[in-house]
């Protein structure tokens, strides 16, 4: 319950501090509050849970100790038992000799008539059912004593003498009736906080799962019915939401021209003739924002530093993640086996500028531990994780020796992802009183310890953090930490290590990269975003008369190819790549104003790159261009066809001039088979008329053939464009950002394209 809560409060503090000043809208305040009442009802749960493990521990009960209590009192209940009916039958003949011989085939025999073998049968689990199966039987050895004492009692009232040599037995069934009555009560009150737990787990469920959804959202209620119940299909809803919106609101604020643009264009639906989006006003309003984020260095201060720390599990990731975000509301989760379930985000402006003193955003990403026992396996999905975190800088933790599978994500992160990566060994004070207590044989203590042993268990310390599980050394420098110190630590002067040495690292880090690949990733994904959304609609062009058209061009031979190009080049026209027909620009010799803009970009793609094929002049040979791209054709797989699609395309491009050529055969068969056959013969006439007629009768499927075909190709081709667009975009996003760039490295198409393509599948 405290890690699905935890999950939810950062990732709500986030969106709120990605809100600042932004007005929120009605959805934004509905989320908001959903989540709300969410992580109220969680940390209600949690404080009810605690109480109820207050009390448990407080009276110290568990089945394992009432069951062997009482097992121990009942070993010889058949015993007991049967002197006592003996003594039942002797008060009732007024015989005062009492003696009794038990053989081992009476004992057999009483047994199984007091079900002994159940007694030993009985669980020591701790549940529910394990603790009625005790009561039950509690409740049966409860009967028969009671039952015998209250028949002996009776009979001694009547006795004005009573024999006091029965007194020992009576007493000791009484001990077996006490101890049953306390492990009946310590079961049932054990019983009742564990029936409490089940309801607050109950509650739990409910709360994450999707009825609660259905319950409040009365207006759409009957559609949930065909869906199946999916557990915690709430709490994956509100946070997937959640993340949504921080991407959402990281693009508004970036890029709020490109936004703005988008916006304008979503609420146009097309109610006169013209199509309003124009593709060269998407490159100038990502021009302009990537112009105003390199302006004084903005990124840095607009764009948070993401830090992803990683690692096995239980190493101390989140306790260091909280203590450099300065998250402190968020400190129950340390100190736990397992806290961290994908990735815990927490956002900060705790970090300043050592001169201007302006705040730095950064990002703490806490991703959770690798847990799995075989490493080979689990390499690839935590390399997978660490990816689609997209971190500007990587912190490994580790709390023992840096193991294989720390040195695999270490080379997954500078070799693949080309990023920093930061060594952290946690938990270095514990490593420190071990080394303490070896060489002085007393464990550390700051009256006690000199100078001279601490600086020596120090130096110790260091050395042993760079040995690796190969026994090798690492080279690079390694910080220390210790977020929770033991108490015997607590106020030293080496207790937090380097842990501000780190801080002051990942400063001048900030400071350093001014964002290019985050920048550039953000261009992309805002750009494809404005294609997807705002281009690829279906009322770009009206499509029925150019139907209506190729109806009746189809009539005469490859007469249907005329609409079908002048359909494609209206759709190139309504969104601005070319400004007047092709046509009109061969003859008169002039360029379109999105491809002297481009020229003037020294936007350029290698051949066979692009797929409607009007970007010509975009092509070039350079080594240059082909050694960019020479990677790039997996990159393309989400945007490009499959080559199934591309054979339909062709059979269609190709079946429709030869149903067209088909049309024209039957009145034409006749003159072709007079030429070969002498005309007198009766089946050159049965041929001809038989060509006439099949002619005449097909004409009308051919028509209607060449409309369908004509419309399927201009929705390819609209398709096509878009995905060239989103091409080039690109390509002029990351040059933009290489003009800009100052300290950082080069970027490369290939890489940034395919940091976006990651953060699509996720």
């Not at 809208?25 to 949690?46: M, P």
């Not at 991407?247 to 709020?256: A, V």
């Not at 764009?303 to 203590?323: D, N, T």
């Amino acid at each position: 319950m405290e890690f699905r809560l935890i999950h939810l409060e950062s990732q709500l503090d986030t969106f709120r501090t990605r809100l600042g000043m932004i007005s929120l809208d009605l959805f934004d305040e509905l989320l908001i509050n959903q989540v709300t009442d969410l992580c109220a009802d969680l940390r209600e749960l949690v404080v009810q849970m605690k109480d109820k493990h207050e009390e448990m521990k407080c009276r110290g009960v568990d089945v394992r100790t009432c069951l062997g209590k009482y097992k121990k009192s009942m070993r010889d209940f058949h015993l007991v038992c049967h002197i006592l009916i003996h003594i039942i039958e002797k008060l009732e003949m007024n015989d005062s000799d009492f003696t009794i011989d038990i053989s081992e085939s009476l004992q057999e025999h009483l047994k199984q008539k007091y079900d002994m073998n159940r007694l030993e049968m009985l669980l020591e689990e701790e549940n529910i059912h394990a603790i009625d199966q005790i009561l039950r039987d509690l409740a049966f050895r409860r009967q028969c004593l009671s039952s015998y004492l209250e028949t002996i009692r009776s009979l001694l009232q009547n006795k004005p003498e009573q024999n006091t040599s029965f007194d020992k037995y009576i007493h000791k069934a009484e001990k077996r009736l006490v101890t049953i009555s306390d492990v009946d009560s310590d079961l049932n009150c054990l019983r009742g906080n564990l029936r409490a737990i089940e309801r607050c787990i109950d509650k739990y469920i409910n709360l994450l799962r999707d009825g609660k959804l259905r319950e409040n959202d009365h207006d759409n209620f009957a559609q949930y019915n065909h869906i199946p119940d999916i557990p915690c299909f709430t709490y994956i809803q509100l946070m997937e939401k959640l993340c949504v919106g921080i991407d959402k609101l990281e693009i508004k604020t970036t890029f709020p021209t490109t936004d703005q643009l988008m916006k304008t264009w979503q609420d146009d639906h097309g109610t006169d003739d013209q199509f309003k989006p124009k593709i060269i006003e998407l490159f100038q309003a990502v021009e302009l924002d990537l112009t105003e984020l390199f302006k004084e260095q903005k990124s840095t201060y607009s764009i948070p530093y993401k830090v992803g720390l990683i690692g096995h599990g239980s190493v101390g990731k989140s306790a260091l993640a909280i203590e450099l975000a300065n998250a402190k509301q968020h400190s129950a989760m340390i100190d736990t086996t397992r806290s961290t379930f994908g990735y815990l985000q927490f956002d900060t402006l705790a970090y300043q500028h050592p001169r201007t003193r302006r705040p730095i955003p950064f990002t703490f990403v806490d991703i959770e531990g690798a847990i799995d026992a075989d490493e080979s396996l689990s390499a690839g999905n935590y390399l997978e994780l660490i990816t689609r975190a997209d971190c500007d800088v990587y912190i490994i933790v580790f709390a023992g020796l840096f193991s294989a599978h720390n040195r695999a994500c270490r080379q997954h992160i500078e070799k693949f992802l080309l990023r920093k990566c930061l060594l952290v060994r946690s938990k270095a004070d514990v490593l420190f009183n071990d080394i303490f207590n070896e060489e002085t044989a007393t464990d550390y203590k700051k009256e006690t310890a000199t100078d001279y042993d601490v600086k020596k268990a120090l130096e110790q310390t260091r050395s042993l953090s760079k040995v690796t599980f190969d026994d090798k050394r690492l080279t690079d420098e390694i910080y220390l930490t210790a977020v929770i110190c033991k108490n015997s630590s607590k106020g030293a002067s080496w207790a937090h290590f380097d842990l501000e040495k780190l801080k002051e690292k990942l400063i001048h880090l900030a400071i350093m990269d001014i964002r290019i690949t985050r920048m550039c990733q953000l261009a992309i994904l805002t750009s494809k975003a404005v294609i997807n959304t705002c281009f690829r609609r279906g009322y770009v062009i009206s499509k029925t008369r150019w139907k209506w058209f190729a109806a009746g061009a189809s009539l005469i031979p490859f007469l249907d190819e005329l609409p079908n190009f002048f359909g494609r080049e209206e759709i190139r026209q309504a969104f601005g790549v070319h400004d007047r027909s092709a046509i009109k620009n061969m003859f008169r010799g002039t360029k379109d104003s999105l491809e002297e803009y481009l020229t003037k970009k020294n936007v350029t793609l290698p051949k066979n790159i692009l797929e409607s094929g009007y970007f010509e002049y975009l092509e070039s040979d350079g080594p240059e261009d082909k050694h960019i791209y020479d990677e790039a054709s997996s990159m393309y797989q989400n945007t490009r066809k499959s080559s199934t699609v591309k054979k339909n395309d062709q059979w269609t491009r190709h079946g429709t001039k030869v149903c067209t050529v088909l049309t024209a055969i039957g009145t034409s068969v006749d003159d072709i088979l007079r030429s070969v056959i002498p005309a007198g013969t009766v089946g050159l006439r049965v041929v001809s008329i038989a060509g006439i007629v099949v002619g005449v009768a097909l004409a009308p499927v051919f028509a209607v053939w060449a409309a369908y075909s004509s419309g399927k190709r201009m929705t390819e081709h609209l398709h096509r464009l878009c995905n060239d667009l989103f091409v080039i975009v690109s390509l002029f996003a990351v040059n933009q950002c290489n003009e800009h760039r100052k300290k950082t490295e080069t970027l490369t198409f290939s890489s940034v394209f395919q940091e976006t393509s990651s953060d699509e599948d996720k």
